[in-house]
């Protein structure tokens, strides 16, 4: 079993408590293979720490702003936790102790050049890997620990990993090959649909992110598919994720329904949804490809995108289907594309996100004008590829994406 330290040393219980508590999530999958997970701190309270009675007694420690359930996983690290006194940089007495079996660094703070130097040179020491982890600098630090906490796994349980899904996934494009569907973003229309009692489209139907959260639109809908992949948002510790969790979770009790994600998050939502459920979690590998892939039947990977529409959604519904109606995917006018939900009002927007910008505040710091740009780029080439391999791609409700706006249509049912 390999060792992960965290770096630089934690000034205050408050810092050892948020790192300690992330990494409660991130870890879960490979609680059972990891050997201890070891945090220096540098406050002058080390001696009334007690790692066993934080991890017993995790629902009074645990922030609000994180997942309530991270208390119950915090039980199974109990052995696997250790504090040690480092009230400075150079923690080299702890290497000789820690240093043969340390895996990875996770530096939490990339603020100082001293710390970042420090961290490279205890990485030399040990060979340990180097995890730039700062949920003030790093734009998806949860992501970049994820991938890292993948490490512990051997190539054989990767490829068994992908191949169940593979798997599962087959056999429910076998029923539905050739069936029409209608895929729901999460735009305003998608909401006046649901008021109005609109007829919800074709026979399948394929719904994403927040949707999923409205137990409203699932009824109406009854989608087959269910789409997510935000590593903060759906994969993230934050009570926000959490509570899409649940929302997930709740989803999942209906039968023959399937939850398709990215290839990563597999095991932590099968830790979330019903036991019965846990084979139709489907997760999808994807890579910086340079073109599409309409079909996965064919190559069990998409081209990663910053968009589960592009990423996910079409490229699974093209692969089963030649006659797709696309729904609530909005999108705004460049003008306004200063945030994402920019459509959504000031209150519910904040309201839903604030507990992320808190937990994951460089997630955050992005340029939300060139994602949407790119991802209007991407809805044209990836539908106009489909379309020139035979599929008919309708937009049954108004849009400002260019590729869904030209291909406006009145509602076929």
């Known amino acids: 079993?390999?060792?992960?330290?965290?770096?630089?040393?934690?000034?205050?219980?408050?810092?050892?408590?948020?790192?300690?508590?992330?990494?409660?999530?991130?870890?879960?999958?490979?609680?059972?293979?990891?050997?201890?997970?070891?945090?220096?701190?540098?406050?002058?309270?080390?001696?009334?720490?007690?790692?066993?009675?934080?991890?017993?007694?995790?629902?009074?420690?645990?922030?609000?702003?994180?997942?309530?359930?991270?208390?119950?996983?915090?039980?199974?690290?109990?052995?696997?936790?250790?504090?040690?006194?480092?009230?400075?940089?150079?923690?080299?007495?702890?290497?000789?102790?820690?240093?043969?079996?340390?895996?990875?660094?996770?530096?939490?703070?990339?603020?100082?050049?001293?710390?970042?130097?420090?961290?490279?040179?205890?990485?030399?020491?040990?060979?340990?890997?180097?995890?730039?982890?700062?949920?003030?600098?790093?734009?998806?630090?949860?992501?970049?620990?994820?991938?890292?906490?993948y490490q512990f796994f051997a190539q054989s349980e990767l490829e068994c990993l992908a191949n169940q899904s593979y798997k599962n996934f087959t056999n429910y494009i076998t029923k539905w090959k050739g069936l029409p569907i209608s895929a729901y973003g999460n735009g305003p229309t998608l909401q006046t649909?649901?008021?109005?009692?609109?007829?919800?489209?074709?026979?399948?139907?394929?719904?994403c992110n927040s949707t999923i959260t409205d137990p409203a639109a699932l009824e109406h809908l009854k989608p087959e598919m269910l789409f997510c992949g935000d590593p903060v948002q759906h994969c993230g510790p934050s009570l926000y994720a959490g509570q899409f969790r649940q929302h997930l979770a709740q989803a999942m009790n209906e039968p023959d329904r399937l939850l398709v994600t990215q290839l990563g998050y597999v095991p932590y939502f099968r830790h979330v949804v019903p036991s019965a459920a846990r084979d139709r979690v489907i997760g999808i590998g994807n890579d910086r490809r340079p073109k599409f892939n309409i079909d996965v039947t064919k190559e069990f990977i998409t081209a990663s995108t910053a968009n589960i529409f592009t990423m996910l959604v079409l490229p699974v519904v093209f692969s089963i289907s030649n006659e797709v109606e696309v729904y609530g995917c909005d999108g705004m006018s460049f003008q306004t594309a200063t945030r994402p939900w920019s459509h959504a009002h000031e209150?519910?927007?904040?309201?839903?996100?604030?507990?992320?910008?808190?937990?994951?505040?460089?997630?955050?710091?992005?340029?939300?004008?060139?994602?949407?740009?790119?991802?209007c780029n991407d809805m044209e080439e990836i539908i106009g590829q489909a379309e020139r391999s035979g599929v008919s791609v309708k937009s049954i409700t108004p849009s400002y994406v260019p590729a869904l706006a030209k291909r406006h249509s009145l509602a076929s049912g």
């Open 1 to 149: 079993m390999s060792d992960v330290l965290f770096f630089p040393p934690l000034p205050d219980r408050s810092r050892l408590l948020d790192q300690l508590f992330r990494s409660v999530w991130h870890f879960l999958p490979a609680v059972d293979k990891l050997g201890v997970l070891i945090y220096p701190y540098a406050g002058d309270d080390f001696a009334l720490l007690d790692s066993k009675q934080i991890l017993s007694m995790a629902k009074a420690y645990l922030s609000r702003d994180f997942d309530p359930a991270i208390a119950d996983y915090a039980q199974l690290y109990e052995q696997k936790v250790v504090f040690l006194k480092a009230p400075e940089l150079d923690i080299s007495p702890h290497i000789l102790t820690h240093g043969q079996n340390l895996k990875g660094i996770i530096v939490w703070d990339v603020s100082n050049e001293h710390v970042v130097s420090a961290a490279k040179k205890i990485a030399e020491q040990t060979g340990a890997e180097l995890i730039w982890a700062d949920p003030f600098a790093v734009h998806q630090e949860t992501l970049v620990v994820i991938r890292f906490v």
């Open 193 to 207: 649909i649901i008021d109005s009692g609109q007829h919800p489209g074709a026979r399948l139907r394929a719904v």
């Open 347 to 375: 209150e519910d927007y904040m309201g839903k996100m604030a507990v992320t910008h808190r937990v994951h505040p460089g997630f955050w710091t992005r340029n939300y004008e060139e994602e949407f740009w790119s991802y």
